[in-house]
């Protein structure tokens, strides 16, 4: 848990090299959730085709830091980031499961299948996310 003793104050220092693990680190953590965000948001009208393929990627991100063994970790700085990492993650599947159900409904999966844009935006998703070229 964040407490007012973790947090230090910026003091005009340059980051160490334990400050630029953890900054990179975060940045690791961050950047799926940043890509879902971006690519949700430049589209003229997300259908749930695609908000589906990225609610599964999220998913399987925040799952993955979850199980992250934070005992294993030697260094402290990058443990303490790994906690931080698999508190936030636990914080966003908590909101996540809530619309599981719904994304797993026959009325939503009907919905995806109609979608036309359905076949083309499984293979887009899976090169944006994944990094696949098709």
Not at 78 to 98: F, G, M, N
Request: charged share 20%.
């Amino acid at each position: 848990m964040l407490d007012n003793n973790s947090i230090t104050e910026f003091t005009g220092e340059m980051p160490n090299g334990d400050d630029w693990n953890h900054i990179t680190s975060m940045v690791k953590w961050l950047e799926c959730p940043a890509r879902i965000s971006t690519y949700l948001g430049g589209s003229k009208y997300p259908t749930l085709s695609v908000v589906g393929f990225a609610f599964s990627r999220l998913l399987a991100h925040c799952n993955h830091y979850v199980g992250v063994n934070v005992e294993s970790i030697e260094c402290q700085s990058l443990k303490r980031t790994a906690e931080v990492q698999r508190e936030a993650s636990e914080k966003c599947l908590e909101y996540l499961i809530r619309y599981q159900e719904s994304m797993k409904s026959i009325p939503s999966r009907i919905a995806m299948f109609l979608d036309p844009k359905y076949v083309i935006c499984f293979f887009y998703v899976l090169s944006f996310f994944y990094g696949y070229m098709f």
